[in-house]
């Protein structure tokens, strides 16, 4: 099985929107799977969390730079499959990131899942 | 030997080796392993073994940072060291452990890169971290990550000739410019178990995995997930925990 993902544009995020897309297109081919697959980039950016970075704030120098956490969430369990870093956090504040980035992996779900339904409708 | 066995004496608390979940092996560093580099270091977790060495050359800056040297880290994985390794361009394992470890070294800003320029847009060093294996026998993320930095610390720049080109024959005292030495740990997940130095032949029933790059102060500078299990936030913070201690430990021996 393979699977093909051009960026005609990109404005950071583009692993996790990729993700996003694949995981749909795979259940759109038909293929049994667990569950679809939701991803997003959170982080740190001057001193605060934040979710979907874009370039902008990926590039950002002050108050501590930024750090860019890009994580794939199995909605249904709400396990992570996939966790890279750049930049820099403490435990804690990864903690937090990790939990605002599972609840707005959520929230791409029913965006998922509704254009699936719609599409087959 | 079976998953099984191995999942009901980790259930146990008991390693192969008779270590704890969470106890590297007997750790060595040996600096200045090689002459030819500008730096060198000989790392061993117990039976895994291997060599890190940094090149120093002058380069052309990369058009977006002119006034910045650049970071290259090169792994390779020698089939003398592992009857899994085969000759040829480097497979997915020396690509993925290049990676991490180019990750932790860059992202913990250990080598102030800006440091490295001679003149702006036209002359600064390129830092190069070459890594080979002599013994592959488990673990190899942190030994790797030790070794590179260890090779770091150890770097001294050749001097420069009357045409700026490094003259490699004379070594000056000056080191890298670091602020400071990030420390790659690796906690595996093993079914439910989380440990640290696998042997090969725990490192081969390795469910997940996540490799951590720490600074001094126990902040996390670099994440990278890897093995198919997936992992929940729960975990992650165990694993952190682990990874914040043991880089403690780790780190005396640089």
């Known amino acids: 099985m393979d699977v093909f993902i051009e960026l005609p544009q990109t404005d950071a995020g583009t692993r996790c929107a990729g993700i996003c897309a694949a995981s749909m297109a795979l259940a759109d081919a038909g293929i049994d799977m667990k569950d679809l697959v939701a991803a997003i980039a959170v982080g740190k950016v001057g001193g605060s969390i934040v979710a979907d970075l874009n370039y902008e704030e990926e590039a950002y120098e002050e108050a501590g730079g930024a750090t860019d956490i890009a994580m794939a969430v199995i909605p249904s369990t709400g396990e992570i499959s996939l966790l890279q870093m750049d930049g820099e956090v403490s435990g804690d504040d990864l903690k937090a990131a990790l939990e605002m980035g599972k609840n707005v992996c959520q929230k791409i779900y029913e965006v998922q899942k509704s254009a699936l339904k719609e599409r087959f409708a | ?254």
């Not at chain 2, 073994?49 to 940072?65: C, R």
């Not at chain 2, 032949?201 to 469910?207: I, M, R």
């Open chain 2, 1 to 254: 030997m079976s998953r099984e066995h191995l999942l009901k004496a980790l259930g146990k608390g008991i390693r192969y080796d008779g270590r704890k979940l969470t106890e590297y092996r007997k750790i060595t560093v040996e600096y200045g392993a090689s002459e030819s580099a500008e730096g060198s270091a000989k790392v061993s977790f117990g039976d895994t073994e291997l060599i890190a060495g940094v090149k120093l050359g002058v380069e052309t800056p990369y058009s977006d940072t002119p006034d910045q040297g650049n970071l290259m880290v090169n792994v390779e994985l020698l089939p003398l060291s592992s009857p899994m390794y085969e000759p040829g361009p480097p497979g997915e394992e020396a690509i993925e452990l290049a990676r991490v470890v180019d990750r932790g070294i860059r992202e913990s800003k250990s080598i102030d890169t800006k440091n490295l320029c001679i003149t702006p847009g036209e002359k600064a060093w390129g830092v190069i971290i070459d890594i080979c294996s002599l013994n592959a026998a488990g673990g190899m993320f942190d030994a790797a990550g030790l070794a590179a930095i260890a090779a770091v610390k150890d770097a001294k720049f050749p001097a420069i000739d009357e045409h700026g080109a490094a003259d490699y024959n004379t070594k000056t005292d000056k080191g890298l410019p670091l602020t400071r030495l990030p420390i790659t740990i690796t906690v595996y997940m093993i079914g439910e178990h989380l440990l640290v130095d696998p042997l090969t032949e725990e490192e081969a029933n390795t469910d997940g995995r996540l490799t951590l790059a720490l600074v001094d102060d126990g902040a996390i500078c670099a994440l990278q997930k890897g093995g198919e299990a997936p992992l929940t936030i729960a975990t992650i913070g165990e694993m952190v925990k682990i990874a914040q201690e043991k880089s403690k430990e780790l780190r005396k021996h640089l």
